[in-house]
């Protein structure tokens, strides 16, 4: 314990002894994974349990279901299990869930709750890069860094606003908090931590710990291609992205190795061939139930619907919402409008679109025989300048979908026909759309040696960026070629 934490201690101890917590708030434990002194007064064990089993089917919920393709849950958890029989929690009970995302993010809960994102392991090339990643949160787990956040919140509230504040606040309804909570940042020393441990595990199970520092810099690969993609800064990072809830470097990487303190063996297992069988097939990218970005068009089967965008404007398809923009400053959003469900839709941008925000010129308007509505608003923008926004409402079915358009002031005459041409795009899909698209699959090949590096990336089904995906998905440097008799990941449809 910190000399910082014994002396606020010792100044509550006056007025909280007669509530008797002052036994809660000298609640160290020691760590059973580091063997030091940690802060865990407000969440017990039993208490981690609890949340896990009450937040799990949330977690799975909220990252659309589960996926066990090719059984490839039970393998993760062949994995994982191994991790766990080496860590200081053998005996306990981990739950390794892959969850049906392609976000590449991998997390934990307390009470042995363990999750991967399809994602991750489409990105992952062998059992050591993915051992990292599970040797990781379990190290989180066993290290209870949640329980010690948990509690060290709850007496920052104490501290600051008295304890009746925090108490009143909900402070022991561990529960209530929700998943979210749980899944923020940890701090930057729980961060090294959970590294140290995990490559204490990864090691004394037999894997490569080089393992961890591959698959980071595999991580930090994708990250700027995706950003690449979304037409951002290389160097900013998504918001769901692994790297912006595991700022991790790999100089920190090799702190945590001499940190852990342990012998790697003589031969560390890769285990390259069998985790390239084993996700040979799954799915890459969007599943069937977020729809498929294909070139310029977006098409989503079970909501029959699809439109396209105009060139130049790259495409990405977030968890809410397709997002559109060019170089010239113009954006295109595309999201649910559950506002305007049972509402005239004109009626809905006059006054249930915005607050803030107030639609004129609005006028109703028939697309491809779908009811709709469109308006627009000029807006200031954080940057200073100004911009047009015209949003499209339009029902289809039983739900209802927005376009907003947002384009510099001075260029609206310049976007006018290409953004009326996506508006128009927007339309069901036929019989024969409806049974062609589906997900794109991770395909493993060999490299055999009249292959050069144009045979992969030539069967690469990704509109762009086909070499870059090709380099990312395998760990290469741009144009680097792929070693003859070694296993690589396309993509195909």
Same mark, same amino acid.
């Given at each position: 314990? =910190?000399?910082?934490?014994?002396?606020?201690?010792?100044?509550?101890?006056?007025?909280?002894?007669?509530?008797?917590?002052?036994?809660?708030?000298?609640?160290?434990?020691?760590?059973?994974?580091?063997?030091?002194?940690? $802060?865990?007064?407000?969440?017990?064990?039993?208490?981690?349990?609890?949340?896990?089993?009450?937040?799990?089917?949330?977690?799975?919920?909220? $990252?659309?279901?589960?996926?066990?393709?090719?059984?490839?849950?039970?393998?993760?958890?062949?994995?994982?299990?191994?991790?766990?029989?080496? +860590?200081?929690?053998?005996?306990?009970?981990?739950?390794?869930?892959?969850?049906?995302?392609?976000?590449?993010?991998?997390?934990? !809960?307390?009470?042995?709750?363990?999750?991967?994102?399809?994602?991750?392991?489409?990105?992952? +090339?062998?059992?050591?890069?993915?051992?990292?990643?599970?040797?990781?949160?379990?190290?989180?787990?066993?290290?209870?860094?949640?329980?010690?956040?948990?509690?060290?919140?709850?007496?920052?509230?104490?501290?600051?606003?008295?304890? =009746?504040?925090?108490?009143?606040?909900?402070?022991?309804?561990?529960?209530?908090?929700?998943?979210?909570?749980?899944?923020? +940042?940890? +701090?930057?020393?729980?961060?090294?931590?959970?590294?140290?441990?995990?490559?204490?595990?990864?090691?004394?199970?037999?894997?490569?710990?080089?393992?961890?520092?591959? $698959?980071?810099?595999? &991580?930090?690969?994708?990250?700027?291609?995706?950003?690449?993609?979304?037409?951002?800064?290389?160097?900013?990072?998504?918001?769901?992205?692994?790297?912006?809830?595991?700022?991790?470097?790999?100089? /920190?990487?090799?702190?945590?190795?001499?940190?852990?303190?342990?012998?790697?063996?003589?031969?560390?297992?890769?285990?390259?061939? /069998?985790?390239?069988?084993?996700?040979?097939?799954?799915?890459?990218?969007?599943?069937?139930?977020?729809?498929?970005?294909?070139?310029?068009?977006?098409?989503?089967?079970?909501?029959?619907?699809?439109?396209?965008?105009?060139?130049?404007?790259?495409?990405?398809?977030?968890?809410?919402?397709?997002?559109?923009?060019?170089?010239?400053?113009?954006?295109?959003?595309?999201?649910?409008?559950?506002?305007?469900?049972?509402?005239?839709?004109?009626?809905?941008?006059?006054?249930?679109? =915005?607050?803030?925000?107030?639609?004129?010129?609005?006028?109703?308007?028939?697309?491809?025989?779908?009811?709709?509505?469109?308006?627009?608003?000029?807006?200031? &923008?954080?940057?200073?300048?100004?911009?047009?926004?015209?949003?499209?409402?339009?029902?289809?079915?039983?739900?209802?979908?927005?376009?907003?358009?947002?384009?510099?002031?001075?260029?609206?005459?310049?976007?006018?026909?290409?953004?009326? /041409?996506?508006?128009?795009?927007?339309?069901? !899909?036929?019989?024969?759309?409806?049974?062609?698209?589906?997900? !794109?699959?991770?395909?493993?090949?060999?490299?055999?040696?009249?292959?050069?590096?144009?045979?992969?990336?030539?069967?690469?089904?990704?509109?762009?960026?086909?070499?870059?995906?090709?380099?990312?998905?395998?760990? &290469?440097?741009?144009?680097?070629?792929?070693?003859?008799?070694?296993?690589?990941?396309?993509?195909?449809?």
């Amino acid at each position: 314990m =910190s000399w910082l934490f014994h002396r606020k201690t010792r100044r509550l101890t006056t007025a909280l002894g007669a509530l008797g917590l002052v036994a809660t708030l000298a609640g160290c434990s020691t760590n059973r994974a580091t063997g030091e002194d940690s $802060f865990t007064a407000f969440m017990s064990p039993d208490q981690e349990k609890q949340v896990g089993a009450e937040e799990h089917p949330k977690i799975v919920r909220e $990252f659309g279901g589960d996926y066990d393709e090719k059984n490839i849950e039970a393998y993760v958890t062949e994995i994982g299990n191994k991790l766990v029989a080496v +860590s200081e929690a053998p005996d306990e009970k981990f739950t390794f869930t892959v969850l049906d995302s392609p976000v590449i993010n991998a997390f934990a !809960l307390p009470g042995g709750y363990v999750y991967i994102t399809r994602g991750l392991a489409s990105l992952a +090339s062998n059992e050591a890069e993915l051992a990292g990643v599970l040797a990781h949160e379990i190290g989180h787990v066993v290290a209870r860094h949640s329980a010690q956040r948990y509690s060290r919140g709850v007496l920052t509230q104490i501290l600051a606003g008295g304890l =009746s504040a925090a108490l009143g606040n909900g402070a022991g309804d561990i529960v209530g908090v929700g998943a979210n909570a749980y899944l923020k +940042s940890f +701090s930057r020393e729980h961060e090294f931590e959970a590294d140290m441990l995990g490559v204490r595990y990864i090691t004394r199970a037999g894997y490569d710990p080089e393992g961890m520092a591959s $698959f980071l810099k595999k &991580l930090r690969a994708h990250s700027r291609l995706q950003a690449k993609l979304a037409g951002r800064s290389p160097d900013e990072i998504d918001q769901f992205d692994f790297m912006a809830t595991h700022p991790r470097t790999v100089d /920190r990487i090799e702190q945590a190795h001499k940190a852990a303190n342990v012998t790697p063996v003589a031969n560390p297992e890769v285990g390259s061939v /069998r985790y390239m069988r084993a996700i040979d097939g799954i799915i890459y990218g969007d599943g069937p139930d977020n729809g498929y970005v294909r070139g310029t068009s977006f098409i989503h089967v079970p909501l029959d619907f699809r439109f396209e965008v105009p060139d130049g404007f790259s495409m990405i398809n977030q968890p809410d919402a397709v997002i559109a923009q060019d170089e010239g400053g113009a954006q295109i959003v595309f999201e649910g409008a559950p506002k305007a469900k049972g509402v005239a839709l004109d009626q809905y941008l006059a006054r249930g679109f =915005s607050s803030k925000i107030a639609i004129t010129n609005i006028e109703k308007i028939d697309i491809n025989g779908q009811e709709a509505a469109t308006g627009y608003a000029d807006v200031n &923008l954080n940057s200073g300048g100004k911009a047009r926004l015209r949003v499209v409402a339009i029902r289809h079915g039983d739900n209802a979908y927005q376009f907003l358009f947002i384009m510099p002031l001075d260029q609206v005459d310049a976007y006018n026909v290409a953004l009326r /041409r996506t508006t128009y795009s927007f339309r069901p !899909l036929t019989r024969e759309e409806q049974q062609k698209y589906h997900p !794109l699959r991770i395909k493993v090949r060999a490299v055999n040696p009249e292959y050069d590096l144009s045979t992969f990336v030539g069967q690469m089904a990704v509109s762009r960026e086909p070499a870059e995906t090709f380099a990312v998905l395998n760990g &290469l440097e741009p144009g680097q070629p792929p070693a003859t008799n070694s296993m690589v990941k396309v993509v195909i449809d």
